[in-house]
């Protein structure tokens, strides 16, 4: 699919049909589309954090083949791009969030940390958290990156960079996506059906 493709989609279905038949669903670019190689990845991720296979989606260019990420908007899917993995999870987000306010609490902070530490607290609100936010000395930091670095060197996965992002529920993941469906549909110059 490439972008013209996928803003008539926007433009024909709706910004939040195409987020859950296209985004949160459907075939994969990546790995050629070969089922075992998914699961197999997502299964890992699921043992590993203890949710769901079903809370686990591979998102982003390598699900639909562009990138709809602004600083690449509309580049494809190649030997380079990386694995986008939400991990839904509110028992997981909470278990982070309580990390980070033990964290803010208890520890004499670096710059950097603080900073990380501000960058994590401003994406809660808005129902997600992103690893790369943490502060490495949090143990779900820890745990995050031990998962992500195991996947990214393994050859099935094409040693390609694995990287996930945690989601409170599917409400704020497509609330997520849909600020960037949105803004294509701006840029469009259509109307979002729905």
């Not at 670019?29 to 203890?50: A, G, P, Q, R, Y």
């Not at 997981?92 to 960058?119: G, P």
Request: a positive charge; aromatic letters at 12%; hydrophobic letters at 35%.
């Amino acid at each position: 699919m490439d972008l013209n493709s996928f803003q008539n989609e926007l433009k024909k279905k709706g910004v939040k049909r195409v987020i859950n038949e296209i985004l949160f669903d459907g075939t994969f670019v990546c790995f050629n589309n070969n089922e075992d190689t998914i699961w197999n990845l997502k299964n890992s991720i699921s043992n590993h954090f203890e949710v769901h296979p079903q809370n686990i989606e591979i998102v982003g260019s390598a699900r639909i083949g562009i990138s709809l990420n602004p600083n690449h908007l509309g580049k494809d899917f190649n030997n380079s791009s990386d694995i986008d993995v939400l991990i839904i999870s509110e028992e997981l987000f909470n278990e982070v969030w309580n990390d980070l306010m033990m964290f803010h609490s208890f520890y004499k902070l670096s710059e950097l940390e603080r900073k990380q530490l501000k960058d994590a607290l401003n994406t809660i609100n808005r129902g997600f958290i992103s690893p790369n936010r943490l502060p490495i000395k949090i143990g779900s930091s820890k745990k995050w990156w031990t998962i992500f670095s195991n996947l990214s060197s393994k050859k099935d996965y094409e040693y390609r960079k694995i990287r996930g992002r945690l989601f409170k529920n599917w409400f704020f993941a497509e609330k997520y996506y849909s600020k960037m469906c949105n803004n294509l549909v701006d840029q469009g110059g259509f109307e979002d059906a729905n």
